[in-house]
């Protein structure tokens, strides 16, 4: 009975694949270090820096509106006990301030534009409300020269500084992030990384001196 006949890799065929293997193994390892040279070469250094910094800016913006809200509710507070005091306008304030502080102020509020967006527009509507509450409070001599009135305003102005301060901040900090995430090289970087564009924030705080 006549054995089968059964092809073998010839030896060179053997130790070419053999190589091709090796090779590919080199080449795939020389490609990942060129890609995490590459990496270092355009900016994860400066995304890393970046990115703790406007965590860092943004949990300070969101403490001092929640500041503010404390100091908004001691204002009302100590107009609601005036005679004749305009009530509207102490209503639009409640209002104003109860919507702002029903969006939670965590740190991922910043990373959503949709939220975020409905977040400065109540923070801008409550600003306008108290604003509209001190300029109906000039018309009350008595209550504008006692210390407490004094002490409260100048807290408010205070945190209104502060506010002002900590956004600029932080919508530097976010541009130049967001330029950094669009920009070649470093856009390589961010694909690779998973860094995303963060949405803007800018918020207008009028002066602490609005009402004097």
């Known amino acids: 009975m006549a054995t089968p006949c059964v092809d073998t890799p010839h030896p060179r065929h053997f130790l070419t694949w053999v190589d091709m293997k090796h090779t590919l193994h080199r080449f795939v390892g ?7 040279l590459s990496l270092g070469a355009c900016g994860y250094k400066k995304f890393e820096t970046d990115d703790t910094q406007i965590k860092t ?23 609601k006990v005036q005679p004749d005091f305009d009530q ?32 400065q527009s109540a923070q801008n509507a409550l600003t306008n409300a108290v604003t ?29 500084n502060r506010i002002q301060i900590s956004s600029e901040r932080y ?5 130049d992030y967001n330029a950094l995430v669009q920009t070649f090289p470093s856009k390589v970087t961010a694909y690779f990384l998973g860094y995303k564009e963060r949405p803007d924030f800018v918020i207008d705080v009028q002066s602490p001196d609005r009402a004097k």
């Open 57 to 79: 800016y943004g949990a300070e913006l969101l403490i001092e509106y929640q500041r503010r809200a404390a100091t908004v509710t001691n204002l009302l507070n100590l107009l």
């Open 132 to 160: 509209q509450l001190l300029i109906a409070s000039q018309s009350h001599t008595e209550l504008r020269a006692t210390p407490t009135f004094i002490d409260v305003q100048a807290q408010l102005a205070s945190v209104d």
């Open 88 to 119: 509207s306008k102490l209503t639009e304030v409640i209002d104003a301030r109860d919507k702002a502080m029903t969006i939670d102020a965590v740190p991922d509020l910043l990373n959503d534009a949709q939220e975020l967006k409905k977040y």
């Open 171 to 175: 919508a530097k900090a976010v541009q």
């Open 30 to 36: 020389l490609l990942m270090v060129f890609v995490l």
